[in-house]
T-cell receptor, first 116, second 108 residues
């Protein structure tokens, strides 16, 4: 069964800390995505990557960075966590086609981050 | 203006009722139209998707797409308490664009 695994289900961090959220996929997918999900706002794309060491800004990249050193791993970094980054973070992956085929796009279970 | 608009609800219906959900969108380039279901504390799971205008049925679920009006719908017939979840519409081009999600509660 294909899988996208996010390393932590729940995290509590202090304001100003550097935070790493990790995502690993075992499907050999080229594309990987980081979203945040907030009530009433749905899923918003933070960053995505279509290849190793490649990254593209999504709709809300401010305050975040990403790293993709290996094909299977995509990390989201909060350089200096703030309370407005308290949210559910979801990782996803899909094959590297021109557009996303729904049946091939897989989400992780999410990391609920609380910044205090 | 958001690319995808979806009423966040919440929506509460009695068991056995028809649940009607819809989204509007502005980008004509979208290729696929999807509905995801998300249970509490879980990631979204793909429920149904369509590629073109028209209807698609899968058991108690029917998805409709009207590209001329830029409007998509999801209907759940004979709703069950296990259908209680957040339903998100999404559309894809190079990336996915999501609606806000509608929280549905089916009362036993």
């Amino acid at each position: 069964d294909v899988k996208v695994t996010q390393s932590s289900r729940y995290l509590v961090k202090r304001t100003g800390e550097k935070v790493f959220l990790e995502c690993v996929q075992d499907m050999d997918h080229e594309n990987m995505f980081w979203y945040r999900q907030d009530p009433g706002l749905g899923l918003r794309l933070i960053y995505f990557s279509y290849d190793v060491k490649m990254k593209e800004k999504g709709d809300i990249p401010e305050g975040y960075s990403v790293s993709r050193e290996k094909k299977e791993r995509f990390s989201l970094i909060l350089e200096s966590a703030s309370t407005n980054q308290t949210s559910m973070y979801l990782c996803a992956s899909s094959p590297g086609w021109d557009f996303i085929i729904p049946s091939s796009n897989t989400f992780g279970s999410g990391t609920r981050l609380t910044v205090v | 203006q958001k690319e995808v608009e979806q009423d966040p609800g919440p929506l509460s219906v009695p068991e056995g009722a028809i649940v009607s959900l819809n989204c509007t969108y502005s980008n004509s380039a979208f290729q696929y139209f999807m509905w995801y279901r998300q249970y509490s504390r879980k990631g979204p799971e793909l429920l149904m998707y369509t590629y073109s205008s028209g209807n698609k049925e899968d058991g108690r679920f029917t998805a409709q797409v009207d590209k001329s009006s830029k409007y998509i719908s999801l209907f759940i017939r004979d709703s069950q308490p296990s259908d209680s979840a957040t339903y998100l519409c999404a559309m894809s081009g190079v990336k996915l664009s999501f609606g806000a999600g509608t929280t549905v509660t089916v009362r036993a």
